[in-house]
């Protein structure tokens, strides 16, 4: 963990968010778990469960413990008043020319939490985290359609860059 991510950061009166605990990924997954029921069917969704998102719940609570002390991974929690809302899930990838690109692989709030400025706290400070790692750059995915998604997004500047078209050879 840089320096920009400060534990002073976070403050139980306000949307905030602080560095993920062991302790937070049973709740970690749960959201994981509520945010994939209600993307199921929308399009491009069931596609990215099947590969993005592919895992169990014993997989992911793995991988979220794994995230907590992997140096090239960043596991944030969102708060509200000091309650975990949300989280994001980054990883800083080294490319092939030696330069770093932030991947934001997850980032989900609840949604009786948003509007409040969860997720907006939780992507400043992956962004803050992005600059201290002097990274080329910052990824996110979003479905087609999910204009709140890409709205969100494109509020901190991140632009489509490339487009993945798909045709589904199944009859279902």
Do not use: W
């Not at 969102?78 to 934001?104: C, N, P, W």
């Not at 087609?144 to 632009?159: A, C, I, M, V």
Request: glycine share 6%; aromatic share 6%.
């Amino acid at each position: 963990m840089s320096e920009t991510l400060d534990a002073d950061a976070f403050d139980d009166t306000a949307e905030s968010y602080r560095v993920a605990a062991p302790d937070d990924v049973d709740l970690l997954v749960r959201i994981a778990v509520d945010h994939a029921a209600r993307i199921s069917g929308e399009r491009g969704a069931d596609l990215l469960l099947r590969r993005e998102l592919s895992y169990t719940e014993d997989e992911l609570r793995t991988r979220l413990v794994a995230a907590i002390d992997e140096p090239d991974s960043l596991l944030l929690v969102g708060t509200y008043a000091g309650v975990v809302f949300g989280y994001a899930l980054a990883v800083f990838e080294q490319l092939d020319d030696g330069a770093t690109l932030a991947r934001v692989q997850q980032l989900v709030v609840e949604p009786e939490a948003r509007e409040v400025g969860i997720g907006e706290t939780i992507m400043n400070a992956v962004v803050d985290e992005a600059r201290s790692r002097n990274c080329l750059g910052i990824d996110a995915l979003a479905l087609p359609g999910d204009r709140e998604t890409k709205n969100f997004f494109e509020s901190f500047g991140l632009k489509a860059r490339q487009l993945v078209v798909h045709r589904s050879l199944s009859d279902s």
